[in-house]
């Protein structure tokens, strides 16, 4: 089952976080970041509710700017400066919890928008890459339907494939699968596994620990701002070291 | 009872039975009466009631209305015709036709000019107002305001000729840097445009395109019906854009603009539009260069679409507001860039939650171009209120103009009204 998991990762520095800190106003969300992600990690996130894993990841393709530190993607300092944040957000691609596809372009416009006007790829083209990544999530045949005509499991696949329509080379994902009911998050999670095993640097906040167990290669947990911990999954849940650690497993796999 | 085929069963009707009809007090015109006019007694009271009303109404408008004289050239004759019995004098109407169309200084033998230009001003929106119809056709609508400015107006075709080869340019010249840098490409365009027209002015006064000229009409001479359609078609469609831009110039991230944006709609949006107008007619003429003389219609345009777009711009940041955080947030995340952003994700969705405003705003613009009569323009107002009922033929007359001008308003504003619901239908993508 974890063989996803014993994937090899190459020694190549995707993300290199050094010592960031974020506040929103005077609260201090992010403290002392330290993380480095290797090409072809798949790195699951957890932790409380506040405890900052979006922000952590919105802070990755700058959707937040952080204060103090540094964070380098694919040797691409993230900077105010405009033209790194555009070459840094068009590397990695990002979905969200509520999707956040566009409802006023059918799956296929949704799908071709960035390639085309970002990549400035032919139209044609960029349909075929769309269609290839439909094919991939499973879905070629809604190509033509609007995103409010799909299922939530639909549309989160087809905001996978929307991001892996721009080739990223770092997939992040926040909470992509707790807005959909129980039946469509397994359909979600299936994309994400195929994705892991083609080689693809992930960092997922998701709470579905089979998921972290069976694809992630690296467990960090989160709280109040800070890592906590980050292991191994099999040594995560068996042998947490931290007592908060211990209580939010407690918690989650209790029941 | 597993066994049903035919051969087990004597017998087997293969066919269900057509339903009959429902008995004549549970369907059909009787019942929708029941249902909907008499459901219960106050119901029934109320449609006595309205029924009672209409009645009343029509009672009185409508032998007025059928025994109208249509033939009769004054008043004091159409009196006579009708002969103390009720009755309209739509003589006046038929009569003053044309000054209610085209004002009274129109030259009345180029009245085909601007109506050809209201023709083809149909054909010019089809393709803006109904995006089914091919692309190409937006070609004619890019040259029609050239066309239409130059049948109403006339003069040398040069001036909109060089107007438009400049805008031409303009746009190419934006289109060819657009992918490199939107604001930058934007100030090259304008440059080149200025720089074109300007150029102009020294070939332009011994060119041959001087001679291709149309007997031109002076702005003063304009009127009627057709001065609102123009005031209303220009101010409407410079008004979105700029609307636009103040909404979003209201976001925006830069202090200085953000300010400019703000200052202008709360300072606009706190003045009576008749204000604006006099200072249109009065005042404005002080900050343009003297003997510059820039004509009263312009004055009237500028200040009714900043009136309009202020409005507008309140209008698109509502529907901008309304827009889910996420939908920036994908596009951000897609790398799109600001300009990108804005015109392929934020603008659609805002616009099209904005529409009932926007037209809210276009109909009341459309009324508005009446207010332009007090600074003494012939509007159809204007024309109404002065050279139709001054003149001695037609003094004391009132319902059958101003009747007929709230009908001729009325049909154009349900029109739009009309057109907005059909554009809503049509962009129901979101199957919310
Ligand atoms: N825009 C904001 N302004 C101020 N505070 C914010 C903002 N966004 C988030 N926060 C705060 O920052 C903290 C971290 O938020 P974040 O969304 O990163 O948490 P999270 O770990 O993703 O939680 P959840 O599991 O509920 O999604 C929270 O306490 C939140 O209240
Ligand atoms: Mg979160």
Not at chain 1, 140 to 145: F, I, R, V
Not at chain 2, 4 to 14: D, K, Q
Not at chain 2, 198 to 214: C, I, Q, T
Request: charged content about 15%.
């Amino acid at each position: 089952m974890a063989e996803v998991a014993k994937m090899q990762v190459s020694d190549e520095v995707a993300i290199s976080i050094r010592n960031m800190n974020k506040w929103y106003g005077t609260f201090h969300v992010l403290r002392d970041i330290d993380l480095t992600v290797h090409q072809g990690e798949r790195i699951v996130v957890c932790g409380p509710s506040g405890s900052g894993k979006s922000t952590l990841i919105r802070c990755i393709n700058a959707l937040e700017e952080h204060q103090q530190g540094s964070i380098e993607v694919d040797g691409t300092l993230l900077s105010s400066d405009l033209k790194n944040i555009d070459k840094i957000r068009s590397e990695v691609g990002m979905c969200f919890q509520h999707f956040n596809l566009f409802p006023h372009l059918s799956i296929l416009e949704n799908l071709t928008l960035a390639p085309i006007w970002v990549r400035k790829t032919p139209k044609k083209e960029a349909e075929e890459l769309a269609m290839h990544y439909l094919e991939k999530v499973k879905i070629p045949d809604q190509a033509n339907k609007f995103p409010g005509q799909l299922s939530g499991g639909q549309q989160q696949r087809v905001a996978i494939a929307r991001s892996l329509c721009m080739q990223p080379r770092i997939m992040l994902f926040d909470e992509p699968t707790s807005a959909l009911d129980p039946e469509m998050i397994k359909e979600v999670l299936d994309t994400m596994i195929e994705l892991a095993e083609d080689g693809m640097t992930m960092i997922c906040v998701t709470h579905e620990m089979g998921f972290a167990r069976q694809v992630a290669n690296r467990v960090i947990f989160m709280d109040e701002g800070q890592i906590v911990e980050q292991n191994e999954p099999e040594e995560f849940f068996n042998n947490p070291q931290s007592p908060r650690t211990q209580l939010f497993l407690s918690q989650i796999l209790g029941h | 009872m597993s066994d049903t085929s035919a051969s087990a069963v004597a017998f087997v009707r293969t066919e269900s039975v057509p339903a009959s009809a429902p008995p004549s007090n549970a369907a059909g015109p009787v019942k929708w009466v029941k249902d909907n006019l008499f459901a219960g007694v106050g119901n029934s009271i109320l449609t006595v009631l309205a029924i009672l009303a209409i009645y009343m109404v029509l009672s009185k408008s409508m032998p007025w209305i059928l025994n109208g004289v249509w033939d009769a050239p004054s008043l004091s004759a159409c009196r006579e015709i009708l002969n103390g019995e009720t009755g309209a004098c739509f003589a006046v109407l038929s009569e003053r036709w044309n000054q209610l169309l085209f004002g009274f200084k129109y030259p009345a033998e180029l009245y085909w000019r601007p109506a050809t230009a209201f023709v083809l001003l149909f054909v010019a929106a089809a393709p803006v107002l109904f995006f089914d119809l091919p692309r190409k056709l937006l070609i004619f609508t890019g040259l029609y305001p050239f066309l239409a400015f130059w049948l109403i107006w006339g003069g040398p075709i040069f001036y909109p000729l060089i107007a438009l080869i400049g805008l031409i340019v303009a746009y190419k010249v934006f289109v060819a840097f657009e992918k490199n840098n939107f604001t930058m490409a934007l100030g090259l365009g304008a440059l080149s445009a200025i720089v074109i027209w300007y150029l102009s002015g020294f070939v332009g006064e011994n060119s041959a395109l001087l001679a291709l000229s149309l007997e031109a009409v002076p702005s003063r001479d304009l009127g009627g019906f057709m001065l609102n359609m123009m005031l209303g078609v220009t101010c409407v469609s410079l008004s979105l854009p700029l609307g636009i831009a103040l909404a979003l110039g209201r976001q925006s991230s830069m202090p200085f603009i953000r300010y400019i944006c703000v200052i202008f709609i709360e300072f606009i949006r706190g003045v009576p539009l008749i204000t604006l107008l006099f200072v249109a007619s009065v005042m404005l003429s002080y900050f343009f260069p003297p003997g510059s003389g820039v004509d009263l219609f312009i004055r009237v345009v500028i200040m009714i679409t900043m009136f309009s777009s202020a409005y507008i711009a309140e209008v698109i940041r509502g529907g901008l507001a309304a827009l889910p955080k996420g939908q920036y947030e994908a596009a951000d995340s897609l790398g799109l860039d600001y300009p990108q952003a804005m015109r392929l994700i934020i603008l659609p969705q805002a616009l099209k939650i904005s529409i009932p405003g926007i037209v809210n705003v276009a109909v009341g613009l459309f009324k508005d171009t009446t207010l332009v009569s007090v600074i003494s323009m012939f509007d159809m107002i204007g024309m109404i209120r002065g050279p139709i009922v001054a003149s001695t033929d037609w003094n004391g007359i009132y319902w059958e103009l101003f009747g007929f001008a709230a009908l001729l308003f009325f049909v154009v504003c349900y029109g739009i009204s009309q057109y907005s619901q059909w554009l809503e239908r049509r962009l129901a993508t979101d199957h919310r």
